[in-house]
Structure formats: C-alpha cells, structure tokens
C-alpha cells in the first residue's frame, strides 16, 4: 500500500554536473509521469511512460534531459549538464491503465543548481 | 498549445463557501480534474468531470459545463486546512494521456 517514492528529497548540484533523479511508483500503476514545477508555479509535463509503449517525450525542454523507466517500475529522469534555469522540484506521478485523469504524486525531488 | 485560466488567488473566512473557476480551450477536450497542492507538498486528486454537472465528494463539489468550456470546484465550510493552491487539469484526444496543468488558485482561508 505504499505510495509514489522519489529519491533523492533535495538535490544541491553544481552547474555543469549531471543529476539522476529516481521514482517508485504505486505497484500496479502502468502510467507513470514526471513533471517540473518552479516555485510558484503550475506543473510542466515533461514525460510519459504506459506500460512497455514508446515513451510520450514531447514535454522535454531539451536534449539534456532524458527518462528511462523499466517495464511497469523504477523510473530515472537524468540531466545532464545541468543549468541554473533547471532548479525546480520534479515530481513523478502514477496513475492506472485509462485512469490518466486520476495521478498520484510523489514527494518530489528539490533540485537546486548551484 | 492548449492553456487554461484560473484566479491567481481567492481569499475567503472559515465557515463560508468559495468557487475556483477554471476555463479551458475547447478543442479535443475531455475531462477536467482537480489537485489540491499545499506549500512544500505534492499534489493531491480531488474530482474530475467528464460529463455536465455536479459531482460531489463530502465538503468539495466539481463542476462542467462542456458548452462553455468552464467548470470550477467548490468548497463549502471552509477550514483553515484549506489554504492551499487548487490545480485543474485537462485531458485532451490526440494530446496522448497526459494532463495539461493550469497555473493554481492559492486559496487564503482566514479567521
């Protein structure tokens, strides 16, 4: 019964380093999404995973950032290179097959650029 | 791309009733949901619609009206436990499965 993970909690990084940031979603969850939110401000998609189907990468601000996911578990979202205007909190979400609408969040990961 | 208006801030006293409203570009709409989001935590669901009308769940009610492309949700005997900011979010056909965020309403309950 355990809920949507991520790992780390805060991340401080310099810039020009490359950070992986982890989510574990709900057991059972084919959906997963990951998502940035700057301070103050709404959700940006960023990418999609359902089940072993091509990945909807279209959220992506750049070449820079890159997500990979396991069958129906673990997912990383890596950034490379990292820049200032990457500081945010990345949430990860999961959600049902169909039940898209209904997401559940984790805690997020506070990435701060240095 | 599709984008969707909502109040930056509603102010209301404990007790009262309060309406966030929400309005969203027609165009292969779907559904409307619903987050409530408090400061430092993660979102959480509140409701969604996908057809006209009411759905209520204890103290919070959501609702559509797809000819107008606008739903709000409401909370009725507000509590301090309240203040926070309320997301609705869009599911559109043919933009994949994926939900479309407006910007929030932070909600301020005061005494």
Redesign the interface.
């Given at each position: 019964g355990a809920g949507v993970s991520q790992s780390p909690s805060n991340k401080v990084t310099e810039k020009g380093k490359d950070v992986e940031l982890r989510c574990d979603p709900i057991s059972g969850h084919t959906?997963l999404?990951w998502?940035r939110q700057r301070l103050g401000?709404?959700?940006?998609?960023l990418i999609?995973f359902?089940g072993n189907s091509a990945p909807?990468k279209?959220?992506l601000p750049s070449d820079r950032f890159s997500a990979e996911r396991t069958g129906e578990s673990v997912s990383t979202l890596t950034i490379q290179r990292t820049q200032q205007e990457d500081s945010a909190v990345y949430?990860c979400?999961s959600s049902l097959f169909r039940r898209?609408?209904?997401?559940?969040?984790?805690?997020?990961t506070r990435l701060t650029v240095t | 791309g599709q984008s969707l208006e909502q109040p930056s801030e509603v102010t209301a006293v404990e007790g009262a009733i309060v309406q966030i409203n929400c309005t969203y570009q027609t165009s292969g709409f779907y559904?409307l949901?619903w987050y409530q989001q408090h400061d430092g935590?993660?979102?959480?669901?509140l409701s969604?619609n996908?057809l006209d009308g009411l759905e209520e769940t204890g103290r919070f009610s959501s609702f559509l009206s797809r000819s107008d492309s606008y739903g709000y949700l409401l909370l009725q005997e507000l509590q301090m436990k309240d203040s926070a900011s309320y997301?609705c979010?869009v599911?559109y056909t043919g933009g994949?499965?994926?939900?479309?965020?407006?910007?929030?309403t932070q909600l301020k309950v005061e005494l």
């Open positions: 959906a999404y998502y401000q709404g959700l940006e998609f999609y359902q909807d279209s959220g949430l979400a898209d609408y209904e997401q559940y969040f984790g805690p997020g | 559904g949901s935590g993660a979102p959480t669901f969604y996908a997301f979010a599911t994949g499965n994926k939900l479309t965020f407006g910007t929030g």
